[in-house]
């Protein structure tokens, strides 16, 4: 009894199967990429708003700014502008530490777009493939004329339908990626926006 593989149903698709293929070959790339660098981002040292109270309510800037480089994290980024900028009023200090989370989480969300547009154009592609094989089948089916029969309609069908299975598994990949990604980064803000009360409420303590 012949049985179906994956390789035959690869084999099958036809040409549209070349760019899904790349597609999800980039979907598993930034998949992966992305969560090492947002899990690197989550990455907390316990004690390090502690000893950053303690160096600014010392005066030690310096040594401040040594920690702040030294846990080389998305947070500590933040630390350390609003440190460069103690002694401005307080609502420029402020504004650095947004810009600087502005940035820290543009740059987590590096390569989004590409799982965003790959979750919708997946789909779509392998629809095309489906519709092009259709139409491929029906002039087969018109050519043979009347040798022609079930066979030859069913046959180009279920090579037409492969490239529609292939987009929508494509694309499903793409879009749970992409929604755990956006979730892991909004981890990372909420962070990011706790550390920023945290240094603000710290430069406005009574001296």
């Known amino acids: 009894m012949e ?3 994956f390789w035959s149903l690869v084999m099958d698709g036809g040409y549209i199967m070349i760019p899904l293929a790349i597609l999800l070959l980039l979907t598993v790339y930034v998949f992966t990429e992305r969560t090492i660098a947002i899990n690197k981002a989550l990455r907390e040292d ?4 502690k000893r950053i109270r303690d160096y600014v309510l010392d005066a030690d800037l310096e040594s401040a ?9 998305p947070y500590a980024r933040l630390i350390f502008k609003g440190i460069q900028r103690i002694g401005r009023p307080t609502q420029d ?3 650095a530490i947004e810009n600087t989370g502005n940035l820290e989480v543009a740059n987590l969300g590096k390569g989004l777009p590409w799982l965003s547009t790959t979750a919708a154009g997946a789909p ?3 629809f ?10 029906f002039f087969t089916l018109a050519k ?5 029969n079930i066979s030859l309609l069913s046959g180009g069908i279920y090579q037409a339908l ?3 299975v292939a987009g929508l598994v494509v694309g499903i990949i793409a879009l749970f990626a992409y929604n755990y990604l956006v979730a892991r980064i909004g981890r990372v803000m909420n962070r990011l926006e706790a550390r920023s009360i945290e240094f603000m409420d710290l430069l406005n303590e009574p001296a």
């Open 3 to 5: 049985t179906l593989s």
């Open 144 to 148: 043979a004329g009347s040798a022609s």
């Open 162 to 164: 492969v490239t529609t």
């Open 93 to 95: 200090v402020l504004a």
């Open 128 to 137: 095309l493939g489906t519709v092009v094989g259709m139409i491929q089948a």
């Open 65 to 73: 700014e040594t920690l702040c480089k030294k846990t080389d994290t």
């Open 46 to 49: 316990p004690t390090f708003m």
């Open 124 to 126: 779509m592609l392998g």
